[in-house]
């Protein structure tokens, strides 16, 4: 009985240690085009217009369907393309968030909680310079973005039940800034996994001890 139980804890403990190898955040480059409806396994909200006034200077990106509220580190100014903010990608028409104005104008961090996160940014300069983003466990992607081209797509998602808590993103000092905008969440609670091959593997060779130990017991006590 004791190997059948060895074999179903070192089954176990490599299924636990394969399962936090995998626990990552993943980002991909979007592109100009427009963002996917899902990452990850997840499906994909867009942010609803910002309630407040075009123009204010605010700390946050507000959402009230999905509601969601993004926080920023700095002051940002609230914008609307064609309003504070002149070109964009993909017919995007809606709010963005420009640091401008802002003190550390060249970085930016945002703090949420969600299990997959998209945006867009774009820098002030027309010219191509690039754009770095950070997820709080150091994944990084850095883009080569054209202000006057349009916004390039960033997206986020966890593995692992990973939760997206902090997005830093960064521009090259002669962007003289950025934009973000174009937000698309999920909620935190990881989508259904199907258990990968190795796992079902490990747990096969786990049961198949068990029954083997079972029936060769049985066999020695028959034949006593």
């Known amino acids: 009985m004791r190997r059948a139980v060895a074999v179903l804890v070192v089954a176990g403990l490599l299924l636990c240690g394969s399962g936090q190898a995998r626990a990552s955040i993943i980002i ?3 592109g100009t085009g427009a963002p996917p409806s899902t990452l990850g396994g997840y499906t994909m909200q867009e942010f609803g217009p910002d309630p407040r006034s075009v123009g204010s200077i605010v700390t946050s990106a507000v959402s009230l369907s999905p509601a969601a509220t993004v ?26 968030y420009d640091t401008t104005t802002s003190a550390n104008v060249n970085s930016l961090t945002m703090t949420l909680s969600t299990g997959a996160f998209s945006f867009y940014a774009e820098p002030a300069n027309f010219g191509s310079y690039n754009i770095t983003v950070t997820a709080q466990d150091g994944s990084t992607l850095t883009e080569s973005v054209n202000g006057n081209s349009g916004a390039n797509g960033f997206g986020f998602y966890g593995t692992g039940g990973t939760v997206i808590t902090s997005i830093t993103v960064s521009a090259d000092t002669n962007a ?14 990881p989508p259904t996994a199907t258990p990968e091959p190795s796992t079902l593997t490990l747990l096969g060779i786990g049961l198949a001890g068990m029954a083997g130990y079972t029936w060769r017991r049985r066999r020695k006590q028959a034949a006593a």
């Open 28 to 30: 991909s480059d979007l």
């Open 71 to 96: 926080t920023f580190s700095e002051f940002v100014n609230l914008d609307t393309i064609g309003n504070g903010w002149t070109t964009w990608s993909n017919g995007y028409t809606g709010n963005v």
């Open 176 to 189: 003289l800034g950025f934009a973000v905008g174009e937000f698309g969440i999920a909620p935190a609670n």
